[in-house]
């Protein structure tokens, strides 16, 4: 069963008879001039290694050109350039970088990648459909929205996890690299099937003895590792590290001394890691070093490493994630959320062109319900991605059940109308289309560990998968991806399908309603672990979390007219809707206005009775799981049916604890009682 964990959605168990019955698979698969270790030969295996799980076959694998065995059914698996090299006959429509061809009409099946990272794809992407029991006859090229598609992994070197849920890193202890890297190759292949195509290994609180020469080759290891799967890794760096490891009396990026050491460095990675990704880099932010200790600008620190990246083709992310963690929250114009802006907005243009502004979905900080960040809107001249997050640090940490999607929908599908034009964050922004950008696209702390499923819990990984999905293609369904996941994951059982799917879609509703809605965030203790209920933490202190909730009124003013004036950099139809409360959609009303408790949502409800039911609403939602996943029983392994009916029964227990929790402290601000009767001073 742990294998079974590893394998993700890359099970392949062997089809239900009935469906074998219609199964109907070259038994021949040719994989197309390649070499060992490379995607194609990768995908040669793959394809063997799933069609004998789903059908019990055991087709051959060759692995150079077609040698007359063209008109023999096979499958076909290579670049665009070795099928053309070969004879191949298809018409294949145009293919932008990873993106593939997959054609499984008449005899012989023709996978085509536009490069081998895509050919691979390809593969992962016929398997899915036969290891799904499907299959019809189609023929379609699809290509990438976004040429970014990462993973960030906050691994420290002492072998723990920042936000990590999941035990211990797969890839450092005890400050160096694992020995045994088993794990760090299993997870390239689940990445390689989700078609994420780079992973940064290390934390953006990032130790500078990450770039020791023992752990330089140790990172070439790590590279060889994924690099049969298309991943292509690179590393966090910390600001300092020319004064903290290597001697220097300063880190200043206009210093001849530090550019010097950090192309030293630099052309030392490239030498164990010749494909190297590039940098992430988390300057100036919670303490972190950076530029600004020496009066240069963030676009000066981000562009010492890109000009050191550029003779090699790596680029920079650069976090857009920089605001004062000691903000008074005395003064009422304060915000937080204007952090990014303040810093960012008036470097645009002031980059080098293998600079990407990474920015968290948010204004703040990966809150169960945020707008999305206004800085998406204000970067014509650089290039930016999204950062969003797998791992559950304000969603409950693994331990409540909740399918994000819904959530990262409500970020990629707002239109922030640029210039008054359409502009919606995935197909538009991210995608590179409205700036017409090179680079753009996505990274999603993920933060796996040695746990044998990945994340800590099964029903987790659907996040992840759903990530990969996402950001190769935003418009992907939500609950499509979802079923698909399941039957991979789970099989086939209709029952088992339509309970963690009907589960899975309500959970994120569920969640915001029992921890915190209409934009207040996520009510979490936000000075502690980020778990549980702590209100009070949010407010009176320097993080910026606030809600600024009294015996009156509640939420954060952050309109031009009397506020932070954080609803004024939307552009400009968005901020004018952001700036009244009546145009103001409820679930952010708390985002953007103070407003009294009796203030009335477009519901008719007032603020605190929204409070009170809505917090009732979501933990019944919650104590509900159990039932229904032990309806489950028999229907799937007793190893996964009891590992999840544990963390569900929790989550139950939970919610009601964060219900309690909640309507209890705003009811002794407010002291207005619940018109059901349930809250109050009994
Ligand atoms: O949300 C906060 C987390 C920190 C994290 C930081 C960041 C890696 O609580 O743990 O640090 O964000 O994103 O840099």
């Known amino acids: 069963a742990a294998e079974d964990g590893l394998n993700g959605w890359l099970r392949y168990a062997r089809l239900p008879r009935g469906m074998l019955r219609h199964a109907k698979v070259p038994t021949h698969i040719i994989a197309l001039n390649t070499s060992q270790a490379s995607p194609v030969f990768t995908a040669g295996k793959e394809l063997q290694k799933g069609i004998q799980g789903v059908l019990g076959q055991n087709p051959e694998v060759t692995y150079e050109g077609l040698h007359g065995r063209q008109g023999e059914s096979s499958i076909l698996v290579g670049t665009i350039e070795a099928y053309a090299d070969a004879g191949g006959a298809a018409d294949i429509p145009e ?60 691994d420290n070197m002492d072998g723990t996890i920042e936000r990590g849920y999941a035990g211990l890193s797969i890839f450092f ?49 790590i590279a060889d590792a994924m690099r049969p799967w ?25 210093d001849k001394s530090v550019i010097a050491w950090w192309t030293d460095i630099t052309d030392k990675l490239y030498e164990h890691v010749p494909d190297m990704v590039g940098y992430l880099v988390k300057a100036n932010s919670e303490g972190q070093p950076g530029p600004l200790t020496y009066n240069r600008t963030l676009a000066d620190g981000a562009n010492l490493f890109a000009k050191a990246l550029q003779p090699y083709g790596g680029i920079v992310m650069f976090r857009a994630f920089v605001y004062d963690h ?9 915000d937080r959320a204007n952090g990014q802006m303040e810093f960012f907005k008036d470097l645009d243009g002031a980059f080098e062109d293998n600079v990407v502004i990474q920015i968290k979905y948010g204004p703040i900080d990966f809150q169960v319900r945020e707008p999305p960040s206004p800085l998406f809107a204000h970067l014509p001249n650089t ?51 409205t700036f017409n950008k090179k680079l753009s696209g996505y990274a999603a702390v993920v933060n796996v560990g040695l746990n044998t499923t990945w ?25 499509r991806m979802l079923e698909d996941w399941t039957r991979l994951t789970f099989g086939f059982d209709e029952t088992v399908l339509e309970t963690i799917t009907k589960m899975s879609m309500v959970s994120w509703p569920a969640y915001e309603n029992y921890t915190g809605n209409l934009g207040i965030q996520t009510l979490t203790d936000i000075t502690g672990p980020h778990y549980g209920p702590n209100p009070a933490s949010h407010d009176g202190n320097g993080w910026g979390m606030w809600t600024r909730a009294n015996e009156h009124s509640i939420g954060m003013d952050r309109t031009v007219w009397n506020g932070t004036g954080n609803a004024g950099y939307y552009p400009p139809e968005i901020a004018a809707m952001y700036e009244k409360v009546e145009t103001t959609p409820d679930e952010l009303l708390l985002w953007f206005h103070h407003v009294p408790y009796t203030q009335r949502l477009k519901n008719g409800n007032t603020v605190i009775q929204h409070f009170y039911d809505a917090h009732y609403a979501g933990a019944e939602t919650a104590f509900g799981f159990p039932a229904q996943w032990a309806a489950l029983e028999g229907k799937i392994d007793r190893q996964r049916f009891e590992e999840t009916l544990f963390r569900l029964e929790y989550q139950a227990g939970h919610a009601i604890v964060w219900r309690d929790a909640i309507n209890q402290f705003y009811f002794n601000k407010s002291s207005i009682p619940d018109a059901r009767g349930r809250v109050g001073n009994y």
């Not at 990648?113 to 023929?139: H, P, T």
């Not at 298309?230 to 020319?242: D, E, K, M, T």
């Open 95 to 154: 293919l932008e970088e990873d993106g593939f061809w997959l054609n499984t009409e008449g005899d012989s099946v023709e996978i085509v990648g536009q490069n081998e990272r895509g050919a691979l794809y390809g593969a992962f992407e016929y398997l899915s459909m036969i290891a799904q029991g499907n299959f019809s006859e189609v023929a379609y090229a699809t290509n990438p929205s976004a040429p970014i598609r990462w993973i960030n992994q906050w």
């Open 173 to 221: 202890e005890n400050n160096v690299i694992v020995s045994n890297l088993t794990r760090v190759y299993e997870y390239a292949r689940l990445l390689s099937s989700i078609r994420v195509n780079g992973i940064i290994v290390n934390n953006v609180n990032a130790n500078p003895i990450l770039l020791s020469l023992e752990n330089m080759a140790g990172l070439g290891r």
């Open 230 to 254: 298309g991943v292509r890794i690179g590393v966090s760096l910390n600001f300092a590290s020319p004064q903290t490891l290597g001697g220097l009396d300063t880190y200043d990026p206009f």
């Open 326 to 334: 000691h903000l008074s929250h005395e003064n009422w114009y304060n």
């Open 383 to 433: 290039a930016s991605a999204i950062e969003l997050q797998v791992t559950q640090e304000y969603y409950g940490q693994q331990c409540h059940l909740v399918y994000i999607p819904p959530l990262w929908r409500t970020i990629l599908d707002y239109d922030l109308r640029v210039d008054g034009q359409k502009s919606v964050v995935g197909t538009d922004i991210l995608s590179g289309k």
């Open 455 to 479: 994340l800590g819990t099964h029903l987790a990984m659907s996040n992840l998968y759903a990530y990969g999905r996402l950001a190769w293609d935003p418009t992907n369904d939500d609950v």
